[in-house]
């Protein structure tokens, strides 16, 4: 009997064989093979991740797209998210060039890494939950009554994508607290400083770093050559002031998430106690013993 998988291997040498002689550049090694709907496809280990990662990327454009349609329509949650993100990036590069000790370039870098992932995260799960009220909406519109089981599925989807949007939109907003506050107390230290010691033991670095964060908090520019004169600390003060101020209004909102978070979880949970309870009961096994016996009495 003839070894089928022998000769296909066999087969698939010489097809690979015919490829090295038309492409003299690639090595035996650099091959893969791939058998679709019963054809023997040859190419490089390279070209095959290209075209995986051209699909990939499509798929990645097309979300991305739908991403910026979704900001564009004024998505509450994922406009506040991003809004956070772009002020965690300010408060970033501000900690970076005002030399502070533990923000250096490793630190900086890693931090907007971090944000970056927050962002795509936060708008697959906007995106996510998007679709999912879309979906239930337009179940409750359809003329014809869903099943209670559908219905119940796709309010569980819905509420669970929300809820993952919340607690992504509550990272990004604890994390712009964190920041906020390194910014607050630096700003602070400078201020009791330059009250309390002469100008000239104030590094220029520090001086310049005060200016831009008052350009990023007021968008407005300060004469660093007056930075310690009394109207700037008097501006300095009012700009901390009101940072210490939107920290305070963030950490508010970021309580309520916490609290929708908690709503939105109790409400899932209610809901999968409540299938469980509606589940028909199992039918009842009839041992192989209780059969014989059944079956002994019913001959009588």
């Not at 869903?146 to 509550?170: D, F, G, I, N, P």
């Not at 509606?278 to 014989?292: C, G, L, N, Q, T």
Request: hydrophobic residues 40%; charged residues 35%.
């Amino acid at each position: 009997m003839m070894d089928y998988s022998k000769a296909a291997d066999e087969f698939k040498d010489v097809l690979i064989e015919e490829y090295l002689k038309k492409h003299p550049g690639i090595s035996r090694s650099e091959i893969m093979t791939r058998t679709i709907n019963g054809r023997v496809i040859i190419d490089t280990i390279n070209n095959v991740f290209k075209h995986a990662a051209g699909r990939k990327t499509f798929q990645d454009t097309k979300e991305q797209n739908k991403i910026k349609d979704l900001l564009a329509s004024g998505d509450q949650r994922l406009n506040a998210s991003v809004l956070s993100i772009n002020t965690c990036r300010n408060y970033v590069q501000w900690l970076y060039r005002s030399l502070t000790k533990v923000f250096g370039e490793k630190e900086r870098d890693a931090e907007l890494v971090s944000l970056k992932r927050k962002e795509d995260a936060c708008g697959k799960l906007a995106l996510t939950a998007h679709e999912a009220k879309q979906k239930l909406v337009a179940m409750m519109n359809e003329k014809v009554k869903a099943a209670s089981s559908l219905a119940r599925t796709l309010m569980q989807e819905t509420l669970h994508a929300v809820a993952e949007l919340l607690k992504c939109q509550a990272s990004i907003y604890k994390r712009e607290v964190e920041l906020g506050s390194q910014v607050s107390k630096f700003m602070r230290d400078f201020i009791e400083s330059s009250i309390s010691i002469a100008k000239a033991l104030v590094k220029p670095s520090t001086i310049n770093a005060m200016a831009k964060a008052y350009q990023i908090l007021k968008n407005e520019t300060l004469d660093i050559s007056k930075i310690d004169s009394a109207d700037n600390i008097k501006k300095l003060k009012l700009a901390v002031g009101e940072l210490e101020e939107q920290l305070e209004k963030r950490r508010e909102d970021l309580e309520a998430i916490k609290k929708m978070i908690d709503f939105v979880e109790d409400v899932l949970a209610a809901a999968g106690e409540l299938q469980k309870m509606e589940k028909p009961p199992e039918p009842e096994k009839v041992s192989a013993r209780r059969m014989a016996f059944t079956t002994r009495s019913n001959r009588r």
